[in-house]
């Protein structure tokens, strides 16, 4: 079954904006830490930013002042606001719970940011 279905990504120039979502599936979504994670080619992942289940949030040094992450746990969804993008932010855009993995990672969505 399809537990993560990440969208919103996309060709954005750079100093642009783009809002990421991503849908999960369970019962126990609200209770989870939700975080978003990317990989750029030839990279490991990296987790670039988290929200807790009290919506406390954290990020990456790389992203801090310009992402934004939120969660809407009526929806069972994640949000990743990306303002102000650079071309290092291009990479593959993942969401799933640090602590408590869901079964397998959804398909991610790409953005590519163009210099």
């Known amino acids: 079954q399809v537990q993560l279905v990440e969208s919103g990504g996309g060709l954005v120039q750079t100093g642009g904006s783009l809002r990421l979502s991503c849908a999960a599936s369970?019962?126990?979504?609200?209770?989870?830490?939700m975080g978003w994670y990317r990989q750029a080619p030839g990279k490991q992942r990296e987790l670039v930013a988290v929200i807790t289940s009290g919506g406390s949030t954290n990020y990456a040094d790389s992203v801090e002042g310009r992402f934004t992450i939120s969660r809407d746990n009526a929806k069972n969804t994640v949000y990743l606001q990306m303002n102000s993008l650079k071309p290092e932010d291009t990479a593959v855009y993942y969401c799933?719970?640090?602590?408590?993995?869901?079964?397998?990672w959804g398909q991610g969505t790409q953005v590519t940011v163009s210099s």
């Open positions: 369970g019962s126990r979504f609200s209770l989870k830490a």
């Open positions: 799933n719970a640090p602590y408590y993995p869901f079964e397998s």
